[in-house]
């Protein structure tokens, strides 16, 4: 059974940074897409970006570039989600989640079927 | 980037109706769609993939349709678990994006 383990929650000043872990367990990790979805406080879900960590090649959102960096680790089986200057909108559950295809769209996507538990992020000052 | 829409927003239904959810594309995405339940405090669960397919543990109540802009998320019977807010998702190209969400409710 695939597990996805997020780290846990933070609080953050604006301007600031922000790393999120997601360690995978009980399946295949290199494979597979790892994305990043965030939800505001009431809000609907949001897709940052996706790495398949055997490719180490990360695809974003625009909306995110240059704010956003993420990266996996096969050797530890975790990918990683950074954010930068942080701004009060960042407030958000940040979830990871891997696609049960072998890609991030198209012909590789078949939907996110593991998710993390999510790290709320919180952005105050 | 494709923008999803879905209707109706919200909706109020009663234990045992049958329940449609539309969801729309701004151009066709083939049917690289999926669906996913969203129950408060959790993470979102893959119901629907592929427009028509059912995930594997899902309850065959669950079922997609549609192809190119136009897709419909079906629940025959609903159940008191049902209750939850619903979304669309296009895997069609980069930036994957969700439709707003539908909120299923109590009658």
Same mark, same amino acid.
């Given at each position: ?6 780290? !846990? ?16 367990? +009980? ?21 940052? +970006? ?15 570039? +240059? ?5 996996? =680790? ?15 909108? =960042? ?7 891997? =696609? ?10 078949? !939907?996110? =079927?593991?998710?993390?538990? !999510? ?7 | ?93 980069? &930036?994957?994006?969700?439709? &707003? ?7």
């Amino acid at each position: 059974q695939v597990q996805l383990v997020q780290s !846990g929650a933070e609080v953050k000043k604006p301007g600031s940074s922000v790393k999120v872990s997601c360690k995978a367990s +009980g399946g295949t990790f290199s494979s597979y897409a790892i994305s990043w979805v965030r939800q505001a406080p009431g809000q609907g879900l949001e897709w940052m +970006g996706g790495i398949i960590p055997i490719f180490g090649t990360a695809n974003y959102a625009q909306k995110f570039q +240059g704010r956003v960096t993420i990266t996996a =680790d096969e050797s530890t089986s975790t990918a990683y989600m950074e954010l930068s200057s942080l701004r009060s909108e =960042d407030t958000a559950v940040y979830y990871c989640a891997r =696609d049960q295809g072998l890609g991030i769209a198209a012909a590789g996507s078949r !939907g996110f =079927d593991y998710w993390g538990q !999510g790290t709320l992020v919180t952005v105050s000052s | 980037d494709i923008q999803m829409t879905q209707s109706p927003s919200s909706l109020s239904a009663s234990v045992g109706d049958r329940v449609t959810i539309t969801c729309r594309a701004s151009q066709s995405i083939s049917s690289y769609l999926n669906w996913y339940q969203q129950k408060p405090g959790k993470a979102p669960k893959l119901l629907i993939y592929a427009a028509s397919s059912l995930q594997s543990g899902v309850p065959s109540r669950f079922s997609g349709s549609g192809s190119g802009t136009d897709f419909t998320l079906t629940i025959s019977s609903l159940q008191p678990e049902d209750f939850a807010t619903y979304y669309c998702q296009q895997s069609y190209s980069t &930036p994957l994006g969700f439709g &707003p969400g539908t909120k299923v409710d109590i009658k």
